[in-house]
């Protein structure tokens, strides 16, 4: 290999561009030729196998095969074996049946941290709830997932939060502590996928689910301490 590029570079060096002339190379044998020709032959042949290996492709149950041509959307692909125009077209698979999740107000990665700045919420008469959720959603409609949102869940998490504290807002604190919960849940629901359709996220919103709404530790407090008040007067 190394004697065929040393040949190549000295018929380039022969070449004689000032007057036109070509010279012959000093010494090509016959061998050397011939692996020239193949080496003609054999990287075509690999970028051809390359291209068509590259073109064929897999998409498993649940998921969605998003075609771009040079960088724009272009088609989707259904689960199954197919083929996409090698060197223009990209691939990406999106699962549109996996439920996702994103917590408001807490954190379970590690342990449960209690997030206050996102639970800490107003309601209709003024006073302040402790208010923590659970918002499950999926992919609806992936080419919009992928290309209109630059941070999908960070948009779900901060959208979510506005509908939760907007609906916590229209209620009273005695409803959101007792029997307004589900409301309190369908409304959220309803307003977060009205806001993130007029994104055109392409996300559909399958569940709010409020884990805590309670007054702030330091009202219990307060409330527990009244209590024993009243009851040693």
């Known amino acids: 290999m190394f004697r065929l590029i040393k040949l190549i570079i000295e018929f380039l060096n022969n070449l004689d561009n000032r007057n036109g002339s070509v010279r012959k190379p000093s010494s090509i044998d016959p061998s050397s030729l011939k692996s020239l020709k193949k080496l003609a032959i054999y990287i075509p042949a690999f970028f051809i196998l390359l291209g068509v290996l590259s073109s064929i492709y897999t998409i498993d149950p649940g998921e969605v095969g998003v ?15 197919h083929l996409k125009v ?12 996996k439920v996702r999740r994103i917590e408001i107000g807490f954190r379970s990665d590690r342990g449960r941290i209690n997030i206050t700045q996102e639970s800490l919420m107003i ?45 916590v807002g229209t209620t009273k604190i005695d409803d959101a502590l007792t029997t307004g919960r589900d ?40 409330l527990k301490h009244l209590g024993q008040s009243r009851r040693v007067a």
């Open 123 to 167: 309601t209709k008469d003024e006073n302040i709830v402790d208010a923590q959720a659970i918002i499950q959603w999926k992919i609806k409609e992936p080419s919009n997932y992928l290309f209109n949102v630059a941070n999908p869940e960070l948009t779900i998490k901060n959208t979510a939060e506005v509908a939760l504290r907007s609906v």
């Open 86 to 97: 090698p060197f223009t077209d990209s691939l990406t698979k999106v699962n549109v049946e």
């Open 183 to 222: 409301l309190i849940q369908v409304k959220t629901k309803d307003f977060l996928q009205i806001l993130l359709d007029s994104y055109t996220s392409g996300v559909q919103i399958t569940d709010v689910k409020l884990q805590i709404v309670d007054p702030p530790e330091e009202v219990k407090e307060l």
């Open 67 to 81: 075609i771009q041509r040079f960088g724009k959307f272009a088609s989707y692909s259904n689960p199954g074996l």
